[in-house]
């Protein structure tokens, strides 16, 4: 990762190796554009690295992409929000974007004593926590500000960990409890569900199961570490997709998938 952040001179981020119209509207971003989930995904990595092998290289490069994506971001009075790239175009409010490197801030904060990534990783939980729905059916949050459709798994799991990472480490007391009811509910009679049941949501989407990726990503994330009947229930959902190698017991088949999983 260190060998190939963005080509682009003076800049430290990572994204797509091809152009991309990330939102479908005719704006379509060069193969240098930095994205805010693959720069926190691979901050995240290059910690993990860190605090493994203890080269200081990969904190300093952390650093770097955090000092450099922490421009394009939403400030206000309700706190601060990451836009989903460093491109004009993109500069939309999308919650697990901005949640997920809020992790990254208040981890790296920690780690280097930085006060004010601390700050950003608080300000931008204070934002999201602001923006969380309210219904009947449940708690929830849209995909961004400006697009008022619901998130499925993959990106409920996104935005759980990163404020998560912020509880953790950012030595702040961020309430969390509306946050984890809402990611029990795409739990339903021990089946992971795409979507969480509340009043906005398109009935036809309710009988459509979680796909393999927000499954992962939930666990792979260790969200299932504080709520323990996701567990058993990706359990469940991976006997059905993998395959058992002949001679390896579910246990071992399970060591291994965990094993791979948490390195998504």
């Known amino acids: 990762m260190v060998l190939n952040d963005s080509p682009r001179a003076g800049v430290c981020g990572w994204g797509l190796p091809f152009e991309w119209d990330a939102f479908q509207n005719g704006q379509l971003n060069s193969a240098d554009t930095v994205y ?3 720069t926190a995904l691979c901050v995240n990595g290059l910690l993990d690295a860190f605090e493994l092998l203890g ?11 955090l ?10 009075p309700d706190g601060y929000c990451f836009y989903y790239s460093d491109q004009a175009p993109d500069r939309y409010r999308v919650h697990n974007v901005s949640m997920m490197l809020a992790g990254q801030y208040a981890r790296l904060g920690h780690l280097t004593g930085r006060a004010d ?11 999201s926590l602001t923006e969380l729905k309210h219904c009947r059916n449940g708690d929830y949050w849209n995909y961004a500000v400006e ?20 509880q953790k480490h950012a030595n702040r007391n961020v309430e969390l409890g509306a946050t984890l009811s809402y990611l ?13 049941r509340h009043r906005e949501l398109d009935p036809m989407l ?6 393999a990726w927000g499954r992962e990503c939930s666990c792979g994330f260790r969200v299932c570490q504080v709520m323990k009947p996701w567990q058993k229930a990706f359990e ?20 291994r998938s965990r094993c791979g999983i948490t390195c998504i």
């Open 36 to 38: 805010g989930i693959t």
């Open 55 to 65: 080269v200081s290289q990969y904190l300093d490069h952390a650093t770097r992409a």
């Open 67 to 76: 000092e450099y994506y922490s421009q394009f971001r939403y400030s206000g």
């Open 117 to 127: 990534f601390l700050e950003v990783a608080v300000q931008c939980a204070n934002f």
């Open 147 to 166: 697009f008022p459709r619901p998130n499925d798994l993959v990106h409920a799991a996104y935005s759980v960990f990163g404020l998560l990472l912020v």
């Open 184 to 196: 029990r509910k795409f739990l339903r009679a021990g089946k992971l569900y795409e979507y969480v």
């Open 206 to 211: 309710l009988p459509i199961k979680a796909r």
């Open 236 to 255: 469940v959902h991976y006997r059905d997709i993998v395959t058992v190698p002949q001679g390896t017991t579910w246990k071992q088949r399970r060591s």
